[in-house]
């Protein structure tokens, strides 16, 4: 009798306590989502409570510690200090009323206004690529700055290794930064540490998970950005990562994968700007001040003889637009958004992952409806199942819009990152994005990433002519063929559909 009586009671204290977590997880979940968010996290703890409510205690919150938000707003603050009496845009440069009004969106969130960039070269050779920056390096006379969000040192990577030595050897100061959880499943990793204090490179990990230091938040949380910066001169940023093409994965040696890069490399007052985001990341990270703040910015100056490009085409009207979870406005999606609007002939989308929140999955069909040619280049199979799986769930719809997709053939995973409105428009009116940002809804709310706009300049030329060298290799996914897929392949792309709003 008391043995019934106990289960009875404990029957109904778990019945409570259930009932509980699923009423208050109904309101409290929505606070801060997207619908698709909120409805893929309360699904999960309403049908799995025991482990829904613990991933979400986990995993739910995007936002960052008291500390880094007030350092995103400290900066925000200091550039837009710094830079208040630059206009918008540089006063010699022609930019159309729609184009303005994106660069005043750009600027409003983020701080940055538009600037001059010189064009020094679209870099699509992944070792030539590691190569240029390692020779960057070697004429370096004052510092380098290096922030990259996967870092291994290994037979491909080593010729930008040894640069970082002998630029150090010389009296140069190289300051490094690379994600810890984006880093250390690659082999060496252990290693990488004190291998770069041993050539005397001082590095830090990027938003490092150490509870023993009380240094700890939702792991995916990861700074994705990728850069180097020679002498406030120079910079490079894109999509590379600093580790060989086959990410020295077992499985990918045997598979023949490798990464299919695009990095840009440019001079002008863009690298001031790259400059000002790596001095804020370094300070998050170690709470020493570089002082960016306190340099009179190239903004300020006359264009110096250097910035008078032999080629007109050559100078850039480029715009820096970081973004992350110290972003609560999502500069990025918001940009990305714009410039698909922005499309009136033509759109092309180049991402590893392709997994749009409502407005731009509306955005991208709707510039199909438009009579806007809207081309998509994705990876036949992406590296990783969930993803590849959640991607290919957009395809319908895409498809039935009258999207194009073309799908670089496995087993390369084409990486780079890039969109192109209209480049074949008259002056003024081709658009583009280029840099670290993928467009799926990690890259949005989760990753710190950096992005470059290009409203002017021959950049948005040859990112064109590099996608048609994409499109000339790969295989175009129809409809018809679409249709064909089994039953079970649709049940599980729809399953990691789910997943992929669990932010």
């Known amino acids: 009798m008391s043995l019934s009586i106990d289960l009875e009671v404990w029957q109904t204290i778990g019945l409570l306590i259930d009932y509980s977590i699923k009423i208050l997880a109904i309101g409290f979940v929505p606070e801060g989502r997207r619908p698709s968010s909120s409805n893929a996290w309360l699904l999960t703890i309403l049908l799995l409570p025991v482990l829904g409510l613990p991933l979400f205690l986990l995993m739910g919150s995007p936002y960052i510690n008291r500390r880094r938000h007030r350092i995103q707003e400290e900066s925000q603050a200091m550039v837009e200090n710094v830079l208040a009496e630059v206009p918008d845009y540089p006063v010699d440069a022609t930019v159309d009323r729609e184009v303005a009004s994106l660069i005043r969106q750009n600027r409003f969130l983020t701080g940055n206004p538009a600037v001059v960039g010189i064009n020094q070269g679209l870099l699509a050779d992944y070792e030539g690529t590691i190569r240029r920056m390692a020779a960057a390096v070697d004429g370096a006379e004052v510092q380098v700055h290096v922030q990259i969000y996967i870092m291994s040192w290994d037979e491909t990577t080593d010729p930008f290794f040894r640069a970082l030595e002998r630029a150090v050897k010389r009296g140069v100061k ?13 082999p060496g990793y252990l290693k990488l540490g004190k291998r770069l204090s041993e050539i005397g490179v001082e590095w830090h990990l990027m938003l490092p998970l150490q509870p023993w230091r009380a240094r700890f938040r939702r792991p995916d949380l990861r700074n994705h950005r990728k850069m180097l910066i020679v002498d406030s001169e ?31 490399e440019f001079t002008g007052s863009v690298v001031t700007s790259m400059e000002m985001l790596f001095a804020v990341d370094w300070y998050s990270e170690t709470n020493e001040d570089l002082e960016i703040s306190h340099r009179l910015p190239r903004h300020h100056l006359p264009a110096p003889a250097s910035e ?6 050559a100078r850039n009207l480029v715009q820096l637009v970081p973004s992350g979870p110290g972003y609560s406005t ?8 714009s410039v698909v609007h922005h499309a009136k002939e033509r759109l092309i989308l180049c991402s590893p992952y392709f997994i749009p929140d409502e407005s731009l999955l509306e955005a991208v069909t709707t510039a199909c409806y438009r009579g806007v040619k809207v081309e998509l280049m994705v990876s036949e199979k ?17 498809l039935e819009a009258g999207v194009r997709i073309h799908q670089f053939p496995a087993p390369f995973v084409l990486h780079s990152k890039f969109v192109i409105a209209d480049p074949d428009g008259p002056v003024g009116d081709p658009l583009g994005v280029v840099g670290s940002s993928n467009m799926d809804m990690r890259s949005f709310g989760l990753n710190y990433e950096v992005s470059l706009m290009i409203t002017q300049g021959n950049l948005l030329r040859q990112l064109a002519d590099l996608a048609e060298v994409y499109r000339s290799v790969a295989k175009e996914l129809t ?25």
């Open 479 to 503: 409809l018809e063929a679409w249709n064909r897929r089994s039953f079970f392949r649709r049940y599980v792309d729809n399953v990691m559909r789910l997943t992929s709003a669990l932010q």
């Open 234 to 264: 120079i910079g490079f940023l894109g999509s590379l990562n600093m580790i060989d093409r086959s990410y020295r994965v077992r499985a990918n040696v045997r598979a023949g994968r490798q990464w299919v890069d695009v990095m840009v």
């Open 382 to 398: 992406a590296d990783q199942f969930m993803v590849h799986h959640a991607q290919s769930s957009y395809y319908q719809a895409l």
């Open 174 to 186: 190289v300051r490094l930064l690379f994600d810890q959880v984006g880093s250390f499943k690659y």
């Open 330 to 337: 999502e500069p990025n999606l918001r940009m990305f958004n």
């Open 308 to 313: 008078d490009a032999p080629e007109t085409s």
